[in-house]
Structures are given as structure tokens and as C-alpha cells.
């Protein structure tokens, strides 16, 4: 499906973004291993990123007031298929989470990027809704 737009009286089709995610957190004391994945198509365009994250926790968010913070670091390896390969860091604190990442082209688009990759930063803010007795946000 397409919809119409116009800008500057050109008309042009943009095609639905459909994008499926998930995850899951796996713990031992005080280190975890959070595998993830993300697929988007729009149109005739695919992207599909698989990887994982291996978090260390240094302060774990109360489970029953909400009154302590989480504060943890994790490092990951993800693959955007068929395209590069990504190295991330991620730094949560008290809902923010400071992420930043490198992907290396591993495709034919590597002559065009000169074998360079791209740098990323990201801030993220995820609040907790309803923290009580049995609600926890966990995730980077």
C-alpha cells in the first residue's frame, strides 16, 4: 500500500513501513545476555538486524518502590543482514540509556564507503510505568 503526498506540487508514493521486533533477557547474577532482533520493509526495501548485547549490572532498579536506580553497561555485536556488521556500547542509568555504535560494511557497498564505517550516538529515555510489586523495566 501507498500513500499520495505532495510536496511543491510533485506528487510521489511512500510505501507503509511494517517493522517487527523482539528480545529476550537472559540473567545470572549480575550479568546478562540480551539477544534482539528487528525487521522493517517498506516497499521493496528489507532490513533485518540480529544480535545480541551482554549487560553488566552494577546497581539493579528496586523491584517493589521504584526508588533505586538501574545502572549497567552492555556491549554488543549485531548484523544487519547482508550488509555490515555492528559494534555497540550502551550505558543505562536511571532510564537513560547513552548508546553509541559502529557498523562495518561487509557488502558490495564497501566500495562505496571506502571500507569506512559510520559512527552513531543515541540518548534514550525509558520510564517505568507503574513501578511496584511485580513491574520492572529491565531492558537496554
Not at 52 to 69: C, E, R
Not at 100 to 122: R, V, W
Amino acid at each position: 500500500l501507498a500513500h499520495n503526498v505532495s510536496m511543491m506540487g510533485i506528487k510521489d508514493h511512500i510505501f507503509r513501513k511494517y517493522t517487527v521486533h523482539g528480545g529476550a533477557q537472559f540473567t545470572i547474577e549480575r550479568f546478562g545476555l540480551v539477544p534482539n532482533f528487528v525487521a522493517s520493509m517498506q516497499g521493496p526495501n528489507m532490513v533485518i538486524n540480529v544480535g545480541s548485547d551482554y549487560k553488566i549490572w552494577f546497581n539493579d532498579q528496586s523491584h517493589y518502590t521504584g526508588f533505586i536506580d538501574e545502572i549497567s553497561l552492555g556491549f554488543g555485536t549485531y548484523y544487519r543482514w547482508g550488509d555490515a556488521v555492528l559494534f555497540a556500547t550502551k550505558f543505562n542509568y536511571a532510564g537513560f540509556t547513552l548508546s553509541g555504535s559502529y557498523d562495518f560494511n561487509i557488502s558490495k557497498f564497501n566500495k562505496a564507503t571506502l571500507s569506512k564505517g559510520g559512527f552513531e550516538m543515541l540518548l534514550t529515555y525509558r520510564k517505568a510505568f507503574g513501578i511496584g510489586k511485580g513491574t520492572v523495566t529491565r531492558f537496554l
